[in-house]
Every structure is written in structure tokens, then in C-alpha cells.
């Protein structure tokens, strides 16, 4: 996969791990821009719309069966952890139109994740969503707005339980 990133105009660091049944459903671009040591589990999905932005700093691990969908940008920081079955997608279909749901069309709102977060299981990171650096995810959250950093939040929709404490 590493080599066909880089055919695409893409950048990609050493040590990328893929395992089987990871998807890309569309073609990489110069803007994609992936760290050193990253892991992509199996059967995770990048649906990354041509001309999007995607960057994932180094060390960082998706997970088993995660989704990154991307209309215009995603960029996930570094030692990030993003648990199985969750995901992360910076768009959502326009619902205040005359035609049906499924051909209204996209909104989109860029997601920045910082360094050292860890998304739990099942989470889903919604449109304009900003997590800061050191912030933890409970399991099963719905994150759609900013996380600031060092914070612990969990809920539908995420809500702070406390801050991370000897940071």
C-alpha cells in the first residue's frame, strides 16, 4: 500500500503496518499524508474523496473495523489510538432539502484529533469535531464538537467526567 500512496502523490512514512482487509474506496492524493509506524487493522475503511486532506501522525494505531470518511479534511496526530468499530468522518448528508436524503448532497467540516488520544471503542467523531492533545474518549461516545486537552469524556454526546490527572 505504501507504493501506491506514493504513485498517488502521497506521503508516507516508514514502517506502515496494513493488515488484511483494510479498504481504500478511492484512490490516495497529494493530500494524503501518513507518519512512521503506523498500523491500519483489518478490515478498517479510508473513504477519502478526491482532493480531501488526510494526515496521520507516526505511531499512531486504527484499529479493527474503523471507518475515516473524509469530504475535505482529517488530520490525527500522533500515538493516537483509535479503537475498533469506530468511527470518523468529517461529513454529513444535507437533511433541510427538497430532494431525497441519499442525493442532497454533502456538508462538511474539517476533524482535527491532536497527539496522544485514545478514541474508545465504538465512538463515533463527528463533523467539525476537535479533540485536544492527551484527551481519552469513552467507549460508545459521540464526540461533535471541541475536547479540550487532557480531558476525559464520554456520552451521546461526549461530556466531561474529569481531566487526566499527572499530565
Known amino acids: 500500500m505504501t507504493l501506491w500512496i506514493r504513485a498517488w502523490g502521497g506521503n508516507v512514512g516508514a514502517g506502515l503496518t496494513v493488515e488484511r482487509g483494510a479498504t481504500l474506496r478511492h484512490p490516495p492524493s497529494s ?14 475503511i479510508l473513504d477519502i474523496q478526491p482532493g480531501a486532506v488526510l494526515a496521520i501522525g507516526s505511531r499512531t494505531k486504527i484499529m479493527h473495523f474503523v471507518v475515516i470518511g473524509a469530504e475535505t479534511r482529517i488530520e490525527i ?8 468499530f469506530s468511527s470518523v468522518r468529517d461529513a454529513n448528508h444535507v437533511i433541510d432539502s427538497p430532494v431525497v436524503i441519499a ?12 497527539n496522544d488520544v485514545w478514541v474508545g471503542r465504538g465512538s ?3 463533523s467539525g469535531a476537535k479533540i485536544e492533545s492527551g484527551a481519552v474518549v469513552g467507549a460508545n461516545s459521540v464526540v ?4 479540550d486537552s487532557d480531558s476525559i469524556v464520554a456520552g451521546a454526546p461526549a461530556r466531561l467526567l474529569r481531566k487526566r490527572q499527572n499530565r
Open 77 to 84: 496526530g500522533e500515538d493516537v489510538q483509535i479503537s475498533e
Open 31 to 44: 493530500g494524503w499524508d501518513i507518519g512512521t509506524a503506523v498500523y491500519l487493522g483489518r478490515n478498517c
Open 103 to 114: 442525493k442532497s448532497g454533502m456538508k462538511s467540516s474539517a476533524i482535527s484529533i491532536g
Open 124 to 126: 463515533a467523531v463527528l
Open 144 to 147: 461533535n464538537k471541541g475536547v
